[in-house]
């Protein structure tokens, strides 16, 4: 089964620029997680999709946005990009995060690294 | 909240040692926890999850964890280090009651065996 993919894997923007990533999760996972990844900050969590549906958000001003299409695939968006906002930027698809009383592992894809000058 | 933390910004091991990587946690309510590892340019692999049950935990690649309640712990061993262990390792935790919520990752522990 193929993995979690993400294009492009580079990328390299000027500020005030925007930005689109892409990610295709595993073959029937609903659930798209996308995350932040920073030497200073760690891993956070930017929002999760579920059946086209943003059903968590992180703390990220709304400069950051996403969708997710009826085939899973998920997109997200950054407007108006600002020099910290060169990061590694990672998608993690799930079945469902929830399965009754168990919570499903994410599959994480390799990433987007994304360089703002 | 819930959060994560990893004391330790680096462990150095020697191979064939046995490693521990340590993680302490706070939710409300009972922890979903689970350790995932980084090698370089790559996305975060899993390597075991701890959801209920026995308090020890055995995973991809030798890895082990045991979960301590009473001290809200997390640690993941190794009885045997292997030079291609080196890497970076996060913990997580979820608390089990907050619906679809997602995983908090503590900021990642790096792993160094030397040969």
């Known amino acids: 089964k193929a993995g979690v993919t993400q294009t492009p894997r580079y990328l390299i923007k000027t500020r005030g620029q925007q930005v689109t990533l892409s990610c295709s999760p595993i073959?029937?996972?609903?659930?798209v997680s996308w995350y932040q990844q920073t030497p200073g900050q760690g891993l956070q969590f930017l929002f999760e999709?579920?059946?086209?549906?943003?059903?968590n958000k992180g703390n990220f001003p709304g400069r950051f946005s996403g969708r997710q299409f009826s085939n899973s695939r998920s997109e997200m968006n950054v407007s108006t990009l600002e020099l910290g906002d060169s990061a590694l930027y990672l998608c993690?698809?799930?079945?469902?995060?929830?399965?009754?009383?168990?919570?499903?592992?994410?599959?994480f894809g390799p990433g987007t690294r994304l360089t703002v000058l | 909240a819930q959060s994560v933390a990893q004391p330790e910004d680096q462990v150095n091991v020697a191979e064939g040692n046995p490693l521990t990587v340590k993680c302490t946690y706070s939710?409300?309510?009972?922890?979903?926890l689970f350790w995932y590892v980084q090698y370089p340019n790559r996305g975060l692999q899993f390597l075991l999850k701890?959801?209920?049950?026995?308090?020890l935990v055995k995973g991809s690649y030798g890895f082990e964890a045991e979960f301590n309640k009473s001290q809200t712990s997390f640690h993941l061993k190794k009885p045997s280090a292997l030079v291609s262990d080196s890497a970076l390792y996060f913990c997580a935790v979820k608390s089990s009651g907050s619906g679809y919520s997602t995983l908090t990752f503590g900021k990642g522990t790096m792993l160094l065996v030397s040969p």
């Open positions: 993690a698809s799930s079945l469902s995060l929830l399965a009754g009383t168990s919570y499903n592992e994410q599959f």
């Open positions: 073959s029937g996972h609903r659930s």
């Open positions: 999709y579920f059946s086209e549906t943003q059903r």
């Open positions: 701890y959801i209920t049950g026995d308090n």
């Open positions: 939710v409300s309510g009972n922890p979903y």
